[in-house]
Every structure is written in structure tokens, then in C-alpha cells.
């Protein structure tokens, strides 16, 4: 047997753990495994794999990033070209990387990715490609599974960077706005500002108006509080409106941002206070994972491998109520999990009398 490893999508705390797991738990059962060179793409290269031994996977478990190489323009379905007339645009690759996976003797591929590389999976396993999905991603959007890979990491760094700026906005009386990564849903939002005890709380799954936001500003002062916290994903939404998109590119999908810019100068027009905005952007995918995010990773990494050896193919591998367990492919493709709004986590917040903008 020999497997390849790739890690699709932006990069995400845990995934050398999850390398580290798989290619372990391949050695064991005498399996050969490579990695892919930062993703599909790489099979077009004159360096598409690195081989995984026990000295490629030592020490990394600790390690933030992948070992690998991420990329997120490597969907075989959608290769970046640039046409004659110098424009740019995309074609359908997916056959080559198949057989170059062939030529290569690969039995099975473990995908590590998110929503957009479990799409990619199930499409390469309708074409007859023996994959084991792992789900990775700080948004924890991925359809079934309890908690992704990443998200725990993100979420104590977005913690821990929201009760940095308390002490700053106390200091000023301001209100600060902090806007967090999430896409379209909004589980880092909702988790870090919770902990983080932030005052309002904007997710995607609730649009929200102006109104709300300000009623609760005024709301804090009145009750002697100089200083708010808010806390908006990037996916939020007001009622009215639409996603605030920095740009798009193509064979990528939308840069969310702009959110948090927005709420500023609304906040600055319709009140007397001073507010500021940070965006935290890519720190919450940077660094060393939490110990919880290394050893999901590991666990999920080690089941992909005996997923395979069972020949139980084209299945992703989730957590469910603490459990690691596996679910087929194509019932989580082109399907997201937001938060759901009867959820204990929501009533949470609104018993602690949070603004979630509605
Ligand atoms: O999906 C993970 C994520 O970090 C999102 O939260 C964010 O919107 C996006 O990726 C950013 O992507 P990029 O690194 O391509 O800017």
C-alpha cells in the first residue's frame, strides 16, 4: 500500500500533527507514504512529493503551518491558467492528477482540508480515486464533524487577543471592534467572544442592524461602563446587506473583510464615542496548536489510516460527541455547518444579555 498525504486550503493549527499521525500509523502497517508538495498543483512539478518517513514526521506535532506546503489555488478542477490573450482564467485538470497519482503508485490519497477540498475529494473519488477526507479548518464549518481541526488553536488566539484590547479600550473609554476569521460562519466569532466576555457579538448566521449595535453602546454607558468590546466575524452581514468582500481572484473564493472599517465610521457618526477596529487576520492560523487541536489531529490522522486499511474509502473522518467516527464523502460536500441558532451556546449568550445585532 502507499498512500499520498496532501493538505488542501489554507493551512490550519494541528495539520502537522495529523501528517505526523497518518504517516506513523501508514509505517506501522509497512505502508509507503509521500507527502504532496503543496497540494495537487505540485503533481504538474518536477517535485511533486516528499517521502514521509519517521525523520520527516519527527518533532512536528508542536509545529504550526504544514509541513507540506498549503495552497489554495490547487483545485484540479479549477487549475489557474493564463489564457493566450494574457488573461486569466482556469481549466480542468483533474484527470492528469489522477493518473500522475497512478503513475506514482499511490493506492489512496488522506485529503486534509476544509469544505472546498472535501468538495475536491468527492469529486476525485466519483472518478474513481480512493480517498479518506480529514477536516481542517480554523472555521469549524465543516458539515457533521463537531470541531475541525484548527478551530481550538484560532479560537484561544482570538481570546487571548480580545482580552489584550479590554485593557486598551478601558484605558481610552473606546469601543473597539475586533473582527475575526470565520467566512461564513460564525463559530470563532461566537466562542472567542464569549470567552473574551466582548459586548456585542456579530456572527453571519444573525444579520444584524445598526441599531441594535448603537442601542447597545448607549446601553453600556448608561449603566457606567466607558468602554465596549465588539466582536464581529468577517462573514457578518447587516440585515440589509451583503458579505463586506475585500476581493476575489480566480479559482479562489472571496476574501471576506471591511467589517469591522465599517462599524468604525458608522459607530464614530452615530455616537460620541472614539471607536477603533482591528482586524486579527491570519494570526489566528499562525503558531503552535493547543494541546486539544493536537490531539484531535493525531486522532483524526491515525483513523484516516484505518479507514484505508479497512478499504472503507471515500469517507471523511469527523468528531462526533467526542467520538472519532467516519461519514461518506459526498453527504458533506457542498454542505456547511453554521451555528445553530436554537443552540445552547446562543442562548448562552443572550442570558448574559450579549448584542448578537438582531
Ligand atoms: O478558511 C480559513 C480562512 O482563514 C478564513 O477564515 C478566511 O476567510 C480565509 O481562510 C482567508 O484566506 P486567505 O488565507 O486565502 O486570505
Known amino acids: 500500500m502507499k498512500i499520498a498525504i496532501n493538505t488542501g486550503g489554507g493551512d490550519a493549527p494541528g495539520l502537522n500533527a495529523a501528517i505526523r499521525a497518518a ?3 501508514a509505517l506501522k502497517r509497512g505502508w509507503e507514504v509521500i507527502g504532496l508538495k503543496n497540494g495537487y498543483g505540485s503533481l504538474f512539478t518536477d517535485k511533486p512529493f516528499v517521502q514521509l518517513d519517521h525523520d520527516a514526521v519527527q518533532g512536528i506535532t508542536m509545529l504550526g503551518g504544514t509541513i507540506l506546503g498549503a495552497a489554495n489555488r490547487g483545485n484540479p478542477f479549477e487549475m489557474p491558467v493564463t489564457n493566450e490573450d494574457g488573461t486569466r482564467g482556469t481549466e480542468d485538470r483533474s484527470d492528469e492528477v489522477i493518473s500522475k497519482l497512478k503513475e506514482l503508485g499511490v493506492d489512496a490519497v488522506v485529503a486534509i482540508g476544509g469544505d472546498g477540498s472535501m468538495h475536491i475529494a468527492n469529486k476525485l473519488a466519483q472518478k474513481g480515486m480512493k480517498v479518506v477526507g480529514v477536516p481542517k479548518t480554523i472555521d469549524n464549518d465543516i458539515w457533521d464533524c463537531d470541531m475541525t481541526l484548527g478551530f481550538d488553536t484560532a479560537c484561544s488566539i482570538a481570546t487571548d487577543a480580545i482580552d489584550r484590547i479590554h485593557t486598551t479600550a478601558e484605558s481610552h473609554q473606546r469601543v473597539m471592534i475586533v473582527e475575526v476569521m470565520g467566512r461564513y460562519a460564525g463559530w470563532i466569532a461566537l466562542h472567542s467572544g464569549m470567552a473574551a466576555t466582548a459586548d456585542i457579538i456579530l456572527i ?9 449595535v448603537i442601542k447597545k453602546i448607549n446601553d453600556v454607558h448608561r449603566h457606567g461602563r466607558e468602554y465596549v468590546m465588539i466582536v464581529a466575524a468577517e462573514g457578518a452581514t447587516l440585515k440589509e446587506g451583503d458579505h463586506f468582500v475585500k476581493g476575489k481572484q480566480e479559482g479562489q473564493a472571496e476574501r471576506l473583510g471591511g467589517l469591522a ?18 482586524v486579527l487576520g491570519h494570526q489566528q492560523r499562525g503558531g503552535r496548536p ?5 490531539l484531535i489531529s493525531l486522532r483524526f490522522g491515525s483513523e484516516a489510516v484505518r479507514a484505508i486499511e479497512d478499504g472503507d474509502f471515500n469517507k471523511m473522518i469527523v468528531m462526533q460527541k467526542n467520538e472519532i467516527t467516519r461519514i461518506p464523502l459526498e453527504q458533506v460536500a457542498g454542505r456547511f455547518k453554521t451555528v445553530p441558532l436554537d443552540g445552547d451556546t ?13
Open 23 to 25: 504517516t506513523k500509523a
Open 290 to 294: 493547543s494541546a486539544l487541536d493536537r
Open 204 to 212: 453571519p448566521e444573525i444579520p444584524f442592524t445598526m441599531e441594535s
Open 346 to 358: 446562543i442562548r448562552t449568550a443572550r442570558d448574559l444579555g450579549k448584542c448578537l445585532g438582531d
Open 261 to 278: 472599517q465599517f462599524l468604525e465610521k458608522e459607530i464614530m457618526e452615530h455616537t460620541d464615542k472614539e471607536a477603533r477596529s482591528v
